[in-house]
């Protein structure tokens, strides 16, 4: 079965910074992977997704992700982080192609980020 | 393109009362899926609908049910309700159950 790891559970950044959360994933093939971002008490916005091909994907709001089949990872990046990027984010993995795959998305524990000004 | 709303966004109900969520998805998007995010387990998926048929399953009591219309709209019920189930449940729509958009969610508080 599919699991995702994201080893940091609280980041603190200064607002310029740069910003780079990890995202480890266990899977036998290549997965369909995805980043999520929460706000307090609001859903889940879809910021980026790498299903295959180049492995450096863009996103939206300035972010970037990176797929390293070599290290099982999909670290989220962004440049320079802005206050309102302060918020949640979720690692996801659904399996490979496949019916018994879709429709369900495996989540990592999320990553608190905190913007100090 | 409307967004996925669910209804109703907040709900306190007592223990072993049942309870009906709904989530209206994206038009044309013909998957449901439902999940449950609460501060101790996280994220965790309950089920997913494609086309009126329930296509995948989690790991939940049979308490935690749920159908899919025609027009694709998707409710969850859950039945004799805990106080574990205190929870945000989310529901996500799709076109093939890939890639996945969030709705609001809504907020059970059991009591």
């Known amino acids: 079965a599919q699991s995702v790891t994201q080893p940091d559970i609280h980041i603190t950044v200064s607002e310029g910074a740069s910003l780079e959360l990890r995202c480890n994933y266990s899977y036998g093939a290549t997965p369909y992977l995805f980043w999520y971002v929460q706000s307090p008490g609001q859903g889940l916005q879809l910021l980026l997704k790498y299903f295959s091909g180049d492995t450096l994907v863009q996103g939206i709001k300035g972010f970037e992700a990176e797929f390293k089949r070599s290290q099982s990872s999909f670290n989220l990046r962004k440049p320079s982080v802005h206050w309102s990027d302060a918020a949640e984010y979720f690692c996801?993995?659904?399996?490979?192609?496949?019916?018994?795959?879709?429709?369900?998305?495996?989540f990592g524990q999320g990553t608190i980020l905190t913007v100090h000004p | 393109k409307a967004g996925v709303t669910q209804t109703p966004r907040y709900l306190i109900k007592t223990r072993g009362q049942q309870v009906t969520l709904s989530c209206s998805p994206i038009?044309?998007?013909?998957?449901v899926s439902w999940y449950q995010q609460t501060p101790g387990q996280g994220l965790q998926f309950l089920f997913e609908y494609f086309s009126e048929t329930q296509r995948n399953k989690g790991n939940f009591p049979g308490r935690f049910s749920g159908r899919q219309f025609s027009n694709s709209r998707s409710e969850m019920n859950v039945s004799t309700l805990e106080l574990g189930d205190s929870a945000l449940y989310l529901c996500?729509?799709?076109?093939?159950?890939?890639?996945?958009?969030f709705g609001p969610g809504t907020r059970l508080t059991v009591t």
């Open positions: 996500a729509s799709s076109l093939e159950g890939v890639e996945q958009y």
């Open positions: 996801a993995v659904l399996g490979g192609a496949g019916g018994t795959s879709y429709g369900k998305l495996t």
């Open positions: 038009s044309g998007h013909r998957s």
